[in-house]
């Protein structure tokens, strides 16, 4: 006779082993999710992002429609705060915000694995091969480009 099924007791102690390394998985995908997001928006200077990074939101660029047209309340992960009608400034209260959401979307002192900057780029420089609002950043040596790596660069 061979034992094909496993006694009550052995069980037992499988399905424990399984409880206690599920809550080890648990636990580690918590800490990644809670990472990446309080540690960036440490690491990135608000004030910075504030003078020279969000107005770039708010500037039309020949031939493109402005980022805040769509992004501002947008339903995808860069959702800017929506302007009313007429408004084209935020106030302290919405770029904290705005920065917040921002900062989730950049990793601190990697301006090419930062998806803000990826994203909207010409793909022969490595952009996505689709961006709905086009490719505002014609190349990496375009200025808005460069103000943006600057900031998650962390450099004044
Ligand atoms: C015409 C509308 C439009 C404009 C203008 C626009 N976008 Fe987008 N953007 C989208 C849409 C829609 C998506 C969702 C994915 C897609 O369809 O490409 C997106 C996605 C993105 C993403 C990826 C977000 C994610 O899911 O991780 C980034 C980053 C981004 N846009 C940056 C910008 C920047 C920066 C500007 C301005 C320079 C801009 N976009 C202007 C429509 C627009």
Known sequence: ????????????????????????????????????????????????????VEPIFLTKRDGFTRCVVCHGG???????VRLRPG?????????????EVVSRLVVPG?????????????????GAAYHSGGRQWPSKSDPNWQVIAKWINGQK
């Open 1 to 52: 006779m061979i034992a094909i099924k496993p006694g009550p007791q052995k069980l037992r102690v499988m399905w424990e082993a399984f409880m206690s390394f599920r809550v080890v998985l648990l636990a580690a995908a918590a800490a990644l999710l809670a990472a990446p997001n309080s540690t960036a928006a440490q690491s990135l200077d608000f004030v910075a992002y504030q003078s020279n």
């Open 87 to 99: 408004v084209n400034t935020y106030t302290e209260d919405q770029s904290r915000k705005n920065f």
């Open 74 to 80: 947008a339903t995808n992960s860069f959702s800017l």
């Open 110 to 126: 990697k301006p090419e694995d930062s998806h803000l900057l990826m994203y909207p780029l010409v793909p022969d420089e490595g």
